[in-house]
């Protein structure tokens, strides 16, 4: 598999635990880690499919997708330097966490239709059954959960 700027924690880019499935990638920051963020989820979400149990349906995909980008971009743009994507499948969830440089959490902003930009993350939050934003020892995570 192609990675591009990523690099995967395993030789395989996948590791089996029970009823979940994980993998996580590295990222340099640049443009080019969000198309290769967003395919490095495809591939994943291809691959937990042959895991009996576990296969994530095509609407819940895209939607992985569309998180994956929009978190990574919100990575890219604001924090410098690289930014590490972990996803897990359960039999009930997809968790998706994004880690980056910057200790400053995201502002939530309040739905504004006139607003011109800035709503990815408003976007997600309204996809998402769960939100966590954490600050780290070094910078913070974005921890968001999906219904399978």
């Not at 989820?41 to 939607?63: C, K, M, S, W, Y």
């Not at 980008?69 to 924090?79: D, F, G, I, Q, R």
């Amino acid at each position: 598999m192609n990675m591009g700027t990523a690099a995967a924690w395993d030789g395989l880019g996948i590791q089996l635990d029970g009823p979940r499935t994980s993998s996580g990638a590295a990222y340099d920051g640049s443009a080019e880690s969000i198309g290769d963020a967003r395919r490095f989820a495809r591939d994943f979400l291809a691959r937990v499919a042959e895991t009996p149990g576990l296969a994530v349906a095509p609407r819940v995909a895209g939607t992985v997708q569309l998180v994956v980008s929009e978190l990574v971009t919100n990575a890219c743009k604001y924090a410098p330097g690289p930014c590490l994507l972990d996803l897990e499948v359960t039999s009930s969830t997809v968790t998706i966490a994004v880690w980056d440089t910057s200790p400053t959490l995201p502002a939530v902003l309040p739905p504004d239709p006139s607003r011109v930009g800035q709503h990815g993350l408003e976007i997600v939050m309204a996809l998402s059954e769960g939100v966590e934003f954490q600050r780290e020892t070094v910078g913070k995570r974005i921890t968001i959960q999906l219904a399978r």
